[in-house]
């Protein structure tokens, strides 16, 4: 027996290829996660000064409820929301108001920021206490507490959860998806929180299978993450009580954390175009959402701090730091020894979603999965050849899009083809940049389209 | 800090295959088959091969005014598919003929790289063939002679008499085994099956080709053959003759074949009924290369008719 023919092989093959724990199309970029997977997680140095952007999440952005001049604690409400679709900030350190003024954002244009030079104390507001434990507490008050405490989506989209907790009263969930894939490359922050903080994660799957009445709960990590997985089934299998959690381990793939391919993966069902995936009775978390939703309950800490992967080729020290919402990434950068001599990009995120940023004099927000830093060989300009309609933008998108003729017409300013083509459904994962030979920057383009298109449904 | 930060719209990371080492796989793949043509033809073969892949990339690099002669080695396959669609011997300006057409009115007058509608090489080889149909046609077979180096002076540009021979689909009475293995007359690249299906593996496995238009090429020779005259009549029909080296080199050039999965079944059916019909009914005894260029006239069209499905596409119809 055994040999490359051996019925185990086979079967793996066939799982492989056919398993429900993966998706069609995606990519196998190089992984990179040996600069920091096996870096404990550590508290960032306290900054002197903080600067906490009021507009944090997907949605409406907030309002502040201090003033300059006023004496803030760690852990205090500053930013209230203006819309339902929105989520508070916090302050990430006792201290002064100093200014409130638009400062520099990792989105791109300055939003109004609240700036806070720090006392140094870390006094604790008075509001933060341990709640009750999850069996007493209602479906009411876990939504409200994921709400008091500014939670949103931590994988990077930063949607708030009371939203995702609140799904409209005809649609009923069924099965809570913590998404402990990770599948972008050199990001660790997730696989750490599995390896450190697994019971926290339990327990905060299980607040959010109750907030939503859902009976089953699945934890999907990349089978390239042997540890994380070993360590959530242990903390499954201790800490889940009468819930029914099971984890998954899922075919090493990117963008296999993707929302649509991640319950494609664990379930089987498939998000219809332009739908959530409430339409399929599933709510996703990310893992660093369900630590955060166990904090709020346990400890009554609201979201202003978070674990940011520092890596790439470009930086001294790789590390994995727990870093206060508002830290400038020029501070976390010099703790972690500064950039190499031939670093020439930054990039909050991972490599293939993150955004490349035109300085370090921006602050970490609760989206910033990831401190990436390239270098020379990776910013090499590179001619753009025509298309040679080799296909394998469509055989790597997950959404099963021919990006290459939705580039094109993108390019060729055809906005209405594009969107025939399904422009549209892009989440602009970058498969197709990423394996196009001719080196066409097809997401960029198709990015385009869709602000046009966009704009032009608006009018 | 004063460093001067790149920034550029995301991914921020490339996959390290570009269009010069898809060339360079492709030209990897026919490696064996251009051996075997030397093995069976002489050295006779590797100069028409030589001219051939010269005279494509001194072409391109006129017009593109680039001192790089390879370049992104697209030239460099067109010429060498070419040689291996040409008899053993033709005249050196014929098979120069051949690779400026290819080049110029084959790829260039399109648009060059990426923007032509014929696969270039059979544009070249389809000109030849109704211009100097004496010298890519006809009596220009040789019976091939395994390890005769020089079977073939080097220097001929004719065959004689003495060493010409027919066609297997002329006659249709070559063994199996002689076509599985390439001893049987025909043109530079087509004779060996066993030298073609080790080349498109390599392909396969390097991710530039997919069983959709090889499969439907194949499939549908076969089936026609074996409805014509058998089991042994579809075998042959799709070892005989170009139909290997058609499927599995030309039909599947990217840039002239459909990228739907759906559009290349459909493509590659299409060659191989068009390939079909002109055997069967045609007045020539072969019809890949008209197979292929008709097919790659409609590629755009079955491209449009056959943008699959989105995902979350059918369930949505569902609901």
Known sequence: MGGILSIQNIRKGVNQCMSERTFVGGIHPSYSKEYTAGIPITSARPPSQVIIPLHQNIGAPCEPVVEVGDEVKLGQKIGEPKGFVSAPVFASVSGKVTKIEPYNHPLGNPVEAVFIESDGQDTPFEGMEPTKPLEQLTVDELKTIAKEAGLVGLGGATFPTHVKLAPPPETSIDTVIINGAECEPFLTADHRLMLEYADDIVYGLMAFMKALGAKKGIIGIEDNKPDALQSMEKAVSEGKGEYDIEVHALHTKYPQGAEKMLIKATTGREVPTGALPMAVNVVNQNVGTAVAMTEAIKLGKPLYERVVTITGPGISQPANLMVRNGTLISDIIEQCGGMTDDARKLILGGPMMGLAQPSTDVPAIKGTSGVLILTEEFVEELPIDPCIKCGKCLEGCPMNLPANFIGSASEMGKMDLAERYGAMDCFECGCCTYTCPAKRPLVQWIKIAKGEITASRKK | ?319
């Open chain 2, 1 to 319: 800090m004063d460093r001067k930060l790149v920034v550029s719209s995301s991914p921020h990371l490339r996959s390290p295959e570009d269009i010069q080492s898809v060339m360079v796989d492709v030209l990897v793949a026919l490696f064996p088959v251009a051996l075997m043509a030397v093995f069976l033809f002489g050295y006779r073969a590797l100069v028409t091969m030589v001219i051939a892949m010269v005279v494509a990339m001194v072409t391109e690099a006129i017009i593109l005014r680039k001192k790089d002669i390879f370049g992104d080695g697209s030239a460099a396959v067109t010429g060498l598919l070419l040689a291996m669609t040409l008899p053993p011997s033709p005249p050196w300006w014929v098979v120069a003929v051949g690779s400026v057409v290819a080049i110029v009115i084959g790829k260039h007058l399109f648009g060059g790289v990426g923007n032509n509608i014929f696969n270039p090489a059979l544009v070249g080889r389809a000109v030849l063939a109704v211009s100097w149909a004496g010298h890519v046609a006809g009596d220009v077979w040789i019976q091939p002679v395994p390890f005769d180096l020089t079977v073939l002076s080097v220097t001929r540009t004719t065959v004689s008499d003495a060493v010409t021979a027919a066609s297997p689909l002329a006659t249709y009475d070559a063994s199996l085994l002689d076509l599985f293995i390439g001893t049987v007359p025909g043109s530079l690249g087509e004779t060996s099956a066993l030298a073609l299906i080790i080349g498109a593996i390599w392909l396969y496995f390097r991710g530039h080709i997919d069983w959709r238009i090889p499969g439907g090429f194949i499939g549908i020779v076969f089936i026609m053959g074996l409805l014509d005259g058998g089991f042994t009549m579809g075998v042959y029909h799709v070892l005989a003759g170009g139909v290997l080296l058609g499927a599995l080199y030309m039909a599947t050039d990217m840039v002239t074949s459909p990228v739907t999965p759906i559009g290349k079944i459909i493509f590659g059916v299409g060659c191989g009924v068009v390939t079909m019909v002109i055997r069967m009914f045609g007045t020539m005894p072969e019809g890949v290369t008209f197979g292929i260029l008709l097919m790659n006239a409609l590629t755009p069209i079955i491209d449009n008719l056959t943008i699959p499905k989105k995902f979350g596409e059918v369930k949505k119809n569902d609901a």
